[in-house]
């Protein structure tokens, strides 16, 4: 569920995964990532989104 959150809110995915700072230094420059470029620069922030939601299940199958 997170995955899908991801594609249309990266900064509210990274906050559920637990990464308080890593979301809101994303959220303040995504807006304006979003606002000046049409949306060409979603796709990286969805792949860091996807990349951090990868480590934080892997962080848990290790425990």
Same mark, same amino acid.
């Given at each position: 569920?997170?995955?899908?959150? @991801?594609?249309?809110?990266?900064?509210? /995915? &990274?906050?559920?995964?637990?990464? &308080?700072?890593?979301?809101? &230094?994303?959220? &303040?420059?995504?807006?304006? @990532?979003? +606002?000046? /470029?049409?949306?060409?620069? $979603?796709?990286?922030?969805?792949?860091? @989104?996807?990349?951090? +939601?990868?480590?934080? $299940?892997?962080?848990?199958?290790?425990?």
């Amino acid at each position: 569920m997170n995955y899908v959150l @991801a594609l249309f809110l990266p900064p509210l /995915s &990274i906050l559920l995964t637990g990464r &308080i700072f890593v979301a809101i &230094i994303t959220f &303040i420059i995504w807006v304006p @990532a979003i +606002i000046f /470029s049409g949306g060409l620069t $979603h796709p990286m922030f969805i792949v860091l @989104a996807w990349i951090l +939601i990868y480590q934080a $299940h892997a962080d848990r199958r290790v425990r």
